[in-house]
T-cell receptor
Framework: EDQVTQSPEALRLQEGESSSLNCSYT??????LFWYRQDPGKGPEFLFT???AGEEKEKERLKATLTKKESFLHITAPKPEDSATYLC?????????????FGQGTILTVHP | GAVVSQHPSRVICKSGTSVKIECRSL??????MFWYRQFPKKSLMLMAT?????????EQGVEKDKFLINHASLTLSTLTVTSAHPEDSSFYIC?????????????FGPGTRLTVL
């Protein structure tokens, strides 16, 4: 069974204080790893797809990286508007093809 | 691109009534759509997978007669909560997987907050 674990559960940063969120996964065969951002009371917003170890993707202050066991979401010089819950997910294969297994999320709070 | 809408965004209904929630992919075709439920401060819980033109596949423990799903076209899926009760109050979110998506990305709607009185 696929498993996805995110850490930390919550992260408080000062504006400008860079940090990283972690997503560890155990899957039978990696078919991609997705990062989403979710604001309170809204649906998840798609950020990145990573598919192979060593791959990196960037968007504004966010950079996602992937190894064979985990993914990191690096946040450089965060701003208060980056405050949100960040979710990672992996798609299942076999009879569960396409279903996503989500981590529990990391709640990021950036203080001005 | 890859925009998904949901309607309504909020609904309040009386116990015993039925509520329909629409999920539309606005700029792509989606052969598969998913319905999730989310409790406060919890991650998303998959309820069912719907494929255009066929019956939905429900996750274990989800009552198919209470949560009716119809995927009538490549851009529209509906979730009907029948005979709603207060315990059905929740945040319901749909997602859609674009036809031909390389890595099975799902794009999510903004969610519908259901309150049953």
């Amino acid at each position: 069974e696929d498993q996805v674990t995110q850490s930390p559960e919550a992260l408080r940063l000062q504006e400008g204080e860079s940090s990283s969120l972690n997503c560890s996964y155990t899957v039978s065969g990696l078919r991609g790893l997705f990062w989403y951002r979710q604001d309170p009371g809204k649906g998840p917003e798609f950020l990145f797809t990573l598919y192979s170890a060593g791959e990196e993707k960037e968007k504004e202050r966010l950079k996602a990286t992937l190894t064979k066991k985990e993914s990191f979401l690096h946040i450089t010089a965060p701003k208060p508007e980056d405050s949100a819950t960040y979710l990672c997910a992996v798609p299942a294969g076999g009879t569960s093809y396409g279903k996503l297994t989500f981590g529990q999320g990391t709640i990021l709070t950036v203080h001005p | 691109g890859a925009v998904v809408s949901q309607h309504p965004s909020r609904v309040i209904c009386k116990s015993g009534t039925s509520v329909k929630i629409e999920c539309r992919s606005l700029d792509f075709q989606a052969t598969t759509m998913f319905w999730y439920r989310q409790f406060p401060k919890k991650s998303l819980m998959l309820m069912a997978t719907s494929n255009e033109g066929s019956k939905a596949t429900y996750e274990q423990g989800v009552e198919k007669d209470k949560f009716l799903i119809n995927h009538a076209s490549l851009t529209l899926s509906t979730l009907t909560v029948t005979s709603a009760h207060p315990e059905d109050s929740s945040f319901y979110i749909c997602s859609a997987r674009p036809w031909g998506a390389t890595y099975n990305e799902q794009f999510f709607g903004p969610g519908t907050r259901l309150t049953v009185l």
